[in-house]
């Protein structure tokens, strides 16, 4: 694919001078990350989506020029033009031998914080101005990552036959029990911000037989924790003919290719991230609720039968397994009604673990009107506000199962970073609504 998109700034990216000839001319665009100034020589690394550096010799250049390359400063905007040289002193091997610069756009002040330094101000400090933060190289490996696993959960998708989908954000009424709803107007009508596309997909399933949609999420949770956010982006994923065992299967070869895809296109992202171990093995161990609760007792922590897993012991749990995991059949109280039972009060679910976080859940889908019915009224609910999903059952339903992941908290577990907020570009928590 052609990737030149040249303009009146740049003729080429960073990227490509590799592919040019020694002494070819030039034109890139970018914000200047450092400057420095030897005698006679000046050096500028600009970032256009890449690093690169440029160099210019005070006797080389005109002397309008070699002043307007004085007055350049860290975070100027600049389209510089000159030579590829290939040398072993710059830090890819290819340099440009500037012959003039343009400036482009000049701060008017200097951020509260440099890129390369290694004392940071707090994350919420950082959050405040994120769209300066965001031009860390800490940040641009987090977020390339970010990218591939996007890509990667596309293409291993499409690959197995599921069309992508959009389901609407304003909602009628809720799906997942435990979450709360964020309420709005909708003209003379209450509405909410949808918790999950859940019973949208769960239709179009019906219509489509393979679907998945990457869309925000919204959750109305007093929460204070590494892993939750307001609003975060999900993965949602639903397909007919199928139980919780076939999505386990899916969800299982899914994460081995994004975690083999951003080992193989995030090379130098994982090596200045210094994460070198990013491996997952298939299968993924298959653990019950049930053998979870007496696995934490003999760790010494009591769980009652039908009680979540607080923090304190999932992070237990991570300690005895290091790889991700399923927690699968949990009790029918734990779980939405749309998730069918099986014998023992339990249901076909399952949490998918990476070490202390729930990436994913799940499960089997009630596909009978009767049923489902039943299990709206048994959570509390008024079976009227669901009319609109109840009268699909009418015309026929196929069995189907599917899961959700959090996209946000996956990319957080891929990249080890301790705060979810890290991997977002403009988080929303209880105390965050801007920028
Ligand atoms: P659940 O509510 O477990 O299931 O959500 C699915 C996954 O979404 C992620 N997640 C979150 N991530 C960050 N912040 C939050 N506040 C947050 N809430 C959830 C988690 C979680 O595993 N409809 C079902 C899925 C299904 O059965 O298909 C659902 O929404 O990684």
């Not at 300690?319 to 069918?340: A, T």
């Amino acid at each position: 694919m052609k990737r030149r998109i040249s303009s009146q700034f740049r003729s080429h990216y960073s990227a490509e001078l590799v592919k040019l000839p020694e002494g070819y001319r030039v034109s890139i665009a970018g914000y200047v990350v450092s400057v420095r100034l030897h005698g006679g020589v000046i050096f500028f690394v600009v970032y256009d989506g890449g690093y690169i550096q440029c160099v210019a010799h005070m006797d080389e250049v005109d002397v309008e020029v070699w002043k307007k390359m004085l007055e350049v400063r860290e975070y100027f905007y600049v389209s510089i033009s000159g030579c590829v040289s290939y040398t072993e002193r710059a830090p890819n091997g290819v340099e440009i031998v500037m012959d003039d610069v343009r400036i482009v756009a000049k701060p008017n002040r200097i951020p509260p914080f440099h890129p390369y330094s290694r004392k940071l101000p707090s994350l919420d400090k950082r959050l405040d101005i994120r769209a300066v933060d965001l031009r860390r190289p800490q940040l641009h490996a987090i977020f390339k990552i970010r990218h591939e696993v996007l890509q990667a959960i596309r293409r291993f998708l499409v690959a197995r036959g599921f069309i992508e989908v959009n389901t609407p954000k304003i909602i009628a009424s809720a799906t997942e029990g435990g979450a709360a709803l964020f309420p709005l107007f909708y003209y003379d009508k209450e509405a909410f911000l949808a918790q999950s596309p859940q019973l949208y997909k769960e239709q179009l399933s019906a219509a489509l037989d393979r679907v998945f949609e990457i869309a925000p999420i919204f959750r109305a949770e007093e929460f204070k924790t590494d892993r939750h956010l307001s609003e975060t982006i999900s993965l949602d994923v639903e397909m007919a003919f199928a139980d919780y065992r076939d999505v386990m299967n899916l969800l299982e070869d899914l994460i081995v290719y994004i975690v083999n895809s951003v080992r193989r296109y995030c090379i130098a992202q994982l090596a200045f991230l210094n994460i070198g171990d990013l491996k997952v093995r298939k299968p993924f161990r298959r653990i019950s609720y049930d053998r979870v609760i007496s696995k934490l007792k003999d760790l010494g922590l009591e769980v009652g039968w039908g009680e979540d897993l607080s923090t304190a012991a999932l992070r237990r749990l991570a300690e005895v397994y290091r790889e991700p995991y399923f927690i699968v059949d949990w009790p029918r109280g734990l779980k939405p009604f749309y998730i069918k039972s099986k014998r023992g009060g339990v249901t076909e679910s399952f949490d998918l673990m990476w070490g202390h976080v729930e990436i994913a859940s799940g499960g089997s889908r009630v596909n009978s009107k009767r049923s489902l019915a039943r299990r709206i009224r048994m959570q509390g609910l008024n079976t009227e506000s669901f009319e609109y999903h109840l009268k699909v059952f009418d015309y026929g339903m196929p069995p189907h199962a599917g899961f959700g992941l959090g996209v946000d908290r996956l990319i957080m577990v891929l990249t080890n970073r301790d705060d979810i907020r890290e991997v977002v570009f403009y988080p929303r928590d209880p105390s965050r609504l801007t920028p």
